[in-house]
């Protein structure tokens, strides 16, 4: 089955900095790479996601990658806030197969004033 | 437009009860996932439910099942109640099955004694 990693676990930044979150994944039938964000006692949020039609995605601040050769994709976030500070899962799945989102463990990221 | 609800927030059992956990989906959403989130292991693809059937299930023992109603919402019932099922129960709707979008609602905070 599908194996996702992601690093790293924890990530600092200062306010304003970026902040880049990498995943790999083992199945290169996948297609579908879609990233949350979970704040503390809330449900994940979808915050982005990426098709394998396409290498890169952008929405303001936040901007996700694709190399499907290499079998990984990232996460990039601009001019952090501390309101960014959450806990961000990438995940990896196949369209219309009726297989399951495979999550990554999860990157903490603390944005410090 | 309301969200994905999740009833109760905070579930306290002992080892061998049985737990129902309760889900309403966004309005004119058909299918609904549960993922287990336990400590240091991400989120893991418990069920998914559309159209009131069972469409695919994770690496789970039996004892972990569930239902949908017509109107489209879910319960997920675990019995023979383990320490190693406290967790947060999260679970999620799409508009149809897999290729859609997932949206997570807050969860429910399982803690077996």
């Known amino acids: ?113 | 437009e309301a969200g994905v609800t999740q009833s109760p927030t905070h579930l306290i059992k002992t080892r061998g009860q049985q737990a129902t956990l309760r889900c309403s989906p966004i309005s004119g959403h058909t299918s609904v996932y549960w993922y287990q989130q336990a400590l240091g292991l991400g989120l893991q693809f418990l069920l998914w439910y559309d159209e009131g059937e069972e469409r695919n299930r994770g690496n789970f023992p039996p004892r972990f099942s569930g239902r949908q109603f017509p109107n489209y919402s879910s319960e997920l019932n675990v019995n023979a109640l383990e320490l190693e099922d406290s967790a947060l129960y999260l679970c999620a709707s799409s508009f149809r099955g897999w290729g859609e979008t997932q949206y997570f609602g807050p969860g429910t905070r399982l803690l077996v004694l």
Do not use: M
């Open chain 1, 1 to 113: 089955g599908e194996n996702v990693e992601q690093h790293p676990s924890t990530l600092s930044v200062q306010e304003g900095d970026s902040a880049v979150i990498k995943c790999t994944y083992s199945d290169s039938a996948s297609n579908y790479f879609p990233w949350y964000k979970q704040e503390l006692g809330k449900g994940p949020q979808l915050i982005i996601d990426i098709r394998s039609n396409v290498g890169e995605k952008k929405d303001q601040r936040i901007a996700v990658t694709l190399n499907k050769t290499a079998k990984h994709f990232s996460l990039h976030i601009t001019e952090t806030q501390p309101e960014d500070s959450a806990v961000y899962f990438c995940a990896a799945s196949i369209l219309n197969s009726g297989y399951a989102l495979n999550f990554g463990k999860g990157t903490s990221l603390l944005v410090t004033p």
